[in-house]
């Protein structure tokens, strides 16, 4: 039988950081947690030459695929591609604060028009996928939860089960994307407020959730939780969701992660640069009192291409330094 799919954990799409890559290293790290991939502007999806590379998902399930976009037709046959590449979810992102996206139509922006916002969710639903909404609570400086409500009530039409929350403003002249993750205040009232209103949907709380045991006591109040930047900056903290989330056995830290990533990464060297294939495994000195000789090391390494002998010294690393 299949295993019901839990949201109660997801980590944030992160542009530059999701990508199949980290998503293999998450899932070595945690068999519960939720994944998402970067978000992907329906155009590069349905056209890029790289489409393989870009969204290859190598049964890391369960996994969404995130796009960007709002024209119909393009958001129905992102849906098809995203079947075809055995994704759980498809997920419309109507947060992102950038220049560019604006440019494209997609992203935050979209807030403005909940009917387009209705109809592009129509065009990605399917019943072969869940196609679910990241937004946030609204745009400008001032929040208004009667603004969000409608917005959500639109939405709700469609029938839509999972909407996840960025729980802040966009803003979207003036300051920066990194800045729309820190200036406008996070208000995770409106989302408890939202989420009584509307039993039938799920709705999963992102935004500032900054330790493992933020996101365990926000579980008391809310269906799921969203983590972006920690687990960007420090992915091994995932080898504790199993257990502190789920209340599974703790991930034992030995060589065999290290074998894993590295039979997935391999065969992918000749088309692949290797900085992006090992980024997200750099990751494991974080904090790690004198890292910056094996980094410096791992740097020569990856400018000669001895990808053996990365995999030697990172193996090396996890029996000195005994991470579990
Ligand atoms: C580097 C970076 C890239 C991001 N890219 C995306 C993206 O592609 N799609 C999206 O919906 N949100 C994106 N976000 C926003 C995150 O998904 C998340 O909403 C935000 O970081 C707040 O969560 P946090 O406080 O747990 O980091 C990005 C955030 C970061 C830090």
């Known amino acids: 039988m299949k295993k019901e799919i839990s949201r109660k954990f997801c980590v944030a799409p992160m542009m530059g950081y999701t990508t199949p890559y980290a998503r293999k290293l998450y899932r070595i790290l945690s068999n519960n947690s939720f994944l998402f991939s970067e978000m992907i502007a329906t155009k590069s999806l349905i056209y890029s030459k790289s489409r393989e590379n ?10 969404a695929l995130q796009v960007g976009g709002s024209e119909i037709e393009d958001l129905a046959k992102a849906s098809k591609i995203a079947i075809d590449y055995n994704y759980d979810e498809i997920n419309l992102n109507v947060g992102c604060p950038s220049k560019a996206v604006q440019k494209g139509s997609f992203g935050a922006c979209l807030m403005r028009d909940k009917i387009l916002v209705r109809n592009c969710m129509e065009a990605l639903q399917n019943d072969r996928i869940e196609a679910t909404l990241k937004c946030r609570l609204g745009l400008g400086k001032e929040l208004n939860y009667e603004f969000f409500e409608e917005f959500i009530d639109e939405i709700s039409k469609t029938g839509i089960k999972f909407i996840y929350v960025h729980a802040r403003n966009a803003i979207l002249s003036g300051i920066t994307p990194q800045g729309n993750r820190t200036i406008p205040p996070l208000n995770y009232d409106f989302v408890k407020k939202i989420k009584n209103q509307y039993p039938k949907i799920t709705f999963i709380l992102n935004g500032g959730i900054n330790n493992l045991d933020k996101a365990e006591s926000l579980l008391n109040e809310f269906d799921g939780v969203m983590v972006g930047r920690l687990i960007k900056n420090n992915p091994f903290i995932l080898k504790e969701v199993d257990k502190k989330i789920f209340k ?26 290797i900085f992006r294939l090992l980024s997200p495994l750099l990751n494991i000195f974080f904090s ?19 990808i053996n002998l990365i995999e030697e010294l990172l193996i090396k690393f996890i029996s000195e330094k005994k991470l579990s």
């Open 54 to 63: 870009i969204i290859d998902n190598d049964f890391n399930n369960p996994v």
């Open 248 to 273: 599974e056995k703790s991930l034992l830290i030995d060589e065999s992660i290290i074998n894993n990533y590295f039979e997935y990464i391999k065969p992918k060297l000749d088309f692949e640069s």
């Open 288 to 306: 790690v009192p004198h890292n910056k000789i094996y980094k410096s090391k791992i740097n020569d390494y990856m400018k000669d291409r001895k």
